[in-house]
């Protein structure tokens, strides 16, 4: 009776502060603080929509706010940093040097918030999280560090590159997803009970749109919690991306340099990248995306791999054969030598 | 096989340009288009998103355009014309000649776009479409129109009010939402081809994000789908709503004047809405959130309240009963008479 009586008012659904604040989110959330180690957590419908509005209110609720962001930060970063109005400095991609130029430069009364990620999903680089965090300790900035693609997959409980370097508790907020390594989708943040409170209190994009349904949130708190527990499948795609990297290697493939699990191959030109990916598709079955501009500077053009847990020996060997088989057949630049010494 | 080695690319999930477009997302979006008799639909993850995304994109790639923009737009809606960085006027709500001033004194060789919606959630009234589109036509104006309130309850297939009017084809983009009365989540636009196109390809909040996931986009299908040869449920919200405003005015309390589904009754003082509501909860187990600012304009604090088409007489008349013993205790000023009259 309450229950159908409650309809009157919210309609299927609902906004997080009306009615949207269901059990299985605030179970999710208070999953997702202990898995940061942080007082608070806060889940909206994308990491996109987290970064943005959190991003944004953050800065913006800051009086005279300096944002230092990293030249690679993804869209969503951007466009939550242009929304908050404030004075923006690009540092250049882990450049720390130059990031303590602009850090020295800079009013020192003033508030300061560093953005970066962890893992760059592009390149597949690692930033330095520690050296960062000292230099927000020394020139008392707080930080933003987006773990998009390294939650789930890094640390002993999945919390991201942080955990794994025992470094959280340095960051003033942490920002992951729910959907890749968790399998669902939605975003949120991580931080202190009072910066949640105001992210709740204050972001638009927060306030004004409807909560993830249960199955979603129960779903992805079901992931996170498996991850938390079990490092098999972290240490078996550990496993898989060095097997991988070493055959792309062996196949004389031009395999960038990469610090993570990402594993992007070169080619250098946007009409080629897409006819591989075609040509991997129709002649091998193997679904591989063209990365192009604007995702990739132009010239920098790739296919970016990343092998699963599941993926078999078998598996990725098939892919490097039909990779082989492209690349020579399309005349993209590689050096491959006999598939013998790479299987 | 192919199955797996899909997942070096992408991971679980995968944006829309990558890997997220799979079957059941383009059926639902061939569903959407049907629905507004469109060419095409593009969903996104919320209708915030899309509102966002979509007025920022659209009005930034015409040069020079100038958007008019209803006063009680959406935040959503005032976040993707403020994302344009186009100019803008505001016109006075659901004012036409005000409307018509401000077109008249704009550049006639200037692109302009009027942005506005159809059911406004807070006050329940619906807005002149037909007059809109008129000084669309005269004026050389695209239109963009938000139903969120009002898909799925109003036309004969739930297109929206201007279904209902026989509209559908005199807007240029129409906006809706899978939550709400789809009771699902995620938001669309249905427009022409090329326009829907051009948001795929220039939108980030669209291209930066991960995809609705299956269950959620067929569940929406199956939710359209009926609404689409059901109105049962229409029919039933109708007398619902018109049901509950008599016993509420013959209850003497002070619901607004409202034009559709939406029954707002005025509180006017943020704490005392937020007691009134509490006061249900505690003593009625009945859940209707308090609205207050910045939703609403402060001193027009209020409840609103929507019946859906399965509240029975009994549980409306309850819930009458309910406010107005809270709205005695409280003191709020209202115009009780005899509840034996209402029933």
Known sequence: MSEAIGRLGT?????????GTHHAMVTLEETLAELHQK????????????????????????????????EFNHASMIHGIRDSKCEKHVFRHNDIAHLESLLAAADPTRPKLIAFESVYSMDGDISPIKAICDLADKYDAITYLDEVHAVGMYGDHGGGVAEHEGLMDRLTVIQGTLGKAYGVMGGYIASSRVLIDMVRSYAPGFIFTTSLPPALTSGANASIRHLMESGDERAKQKYNVQVLNDMLHKAGLPVMPTMSHILPVLVGDAVLCKQASDMLLNQFDIYVQPINFPTVPRGTERLRLTPTPCHTHAMMFELVRALVWVFERLGIKADVESLEEVA
Chains 1, 2 share one sequence.
């Open 11 to 19: 309609g299927a659904g609902g906004t997080r502060n009306i009615s």
């Open 39 to 70: 007082e608070a957590a806060l889940v909206m419908t994308s990491g996109y929509v987290t970064n943005q509005a959190a991003l944004s209110t953050i800065a913006s609720m800051l009086p005279g706010c300096i944002i230092f962001s990293d």
